[in-house]
């Protein structure tokens, strides 16, 4: 069965700061895609930045960057700049080709002003 | 942008009542979810749904739960007799074919058994 593991249950970090959250996952599959979601206090799941793993390049969006290694099972999110609206829950999560999602158990971002 | 929706956004039931919660996907979407989250707890799979039957379903998905797609755009979960344990956020997701398996969650739906 396919794991996900986020062994940070809290972070902070200084506005305007960079913050990396870890992230490990399990499987045996070659072919899945990653992904970062962001809950801020709404509860609402926010796509934060999305990783297939047949590509070898990070993935970007903004502020938001991932460090992605295969062959270690390893999946953070890097936030630069750090703003205040990014306080929230931030889970990773795992899929195969087909299925369902597989979160971790989230690593909860406090930014300080 | 479209946007996967819920209602109601919060729901207050006594337990042993039926609830029935209530998601519109992304309209060119197939594929339907819902997945649970107890407070302070992670995100857990219940059920997706594809081509008008459940595809995989994990072991909270009892017999308790039933999903249906009543028309063209509602996905509905039917609780049918609640527990103190079902009380939780209730996500529905939805996903497309553009070939990223990336799926959409609505606000949700807080569900709370007394």
């Known amino acids: 069965a396919q794991t996900v593991t986020q062994s940070q249950p809290e972070m902070s970090v200084q506005e305007a700061e960079t913050v990396t959250l870890s992230c490990t996952y399990d499987?045996?599959?070659?072919?899945?895609?990653l992904f970062w979601y962001k809950q801020p206090p709404s509860r609402q799941m926010i796509l934060v930045i999305r990783?297939?793993?047949?590509?070898?390049q990070n993935a970007t969006e903004n502020r938001f960057s991932v460090n992605f290694q295969k062959a270690a099972k390893s999946f953070s999110l890097k936030i630069s700049d750090s703003q205040l609206g990014d306080a929230a829950m931030y889970f990773c999560?795992?899929?195969?080709?087909?299925?369902?999602?597989?979160f971790g158990q989230g690593t909860i971002l406090t930014v300080h002003p | 942008e479209p946007e996967v929706t819920q209602t109601p956004s919060h729901q207050v039931t006594q337990m042993g009542q039926e609830v029935i919660l209530r998601c519109v996907p992304i309209?060119?979407?197939?594929?339907f979810y819902w997945y649970r989250q107890i407070l302070g707890q992670k995100v857990e799979f219940l059920v997706s749904?594809?081509?008008?039957?459940?595809?995989?379903k994990s072991e909270i998905f009892d017999d308790q739960f039933s999903v249906e797609r009543p028309d063209g755009s509602n996905f509905t979960l039917k609780i049918r007799s609640t527990k103190l344990e079902d009380s939780a956020m209730y996500f529905c997701?939805?996903?497309?074919?553009?070939?990223?398996?990336?799926?959409?969650f609505g606000p949700g739906t807080r569900l709370t058994v007394l």
């Open positions: 997701a939805s996903r497309g074919l553009d070939g990223t398996n990336t799926q959409y």
């Open positions: 999560a795992y899929i195969p080709s087909y299925g369902k999602l597989t």
């Open positions: 499987t045996s599959e070659s072919d899945y895609y």
């Open positions: 309209s060119n979407h197939l594929y």
């Open positions: 990783q297939e793993a047949y590509k070898q």
């Open positions: 749904f594809y081509n008008n039957e459940i595809s995989e």
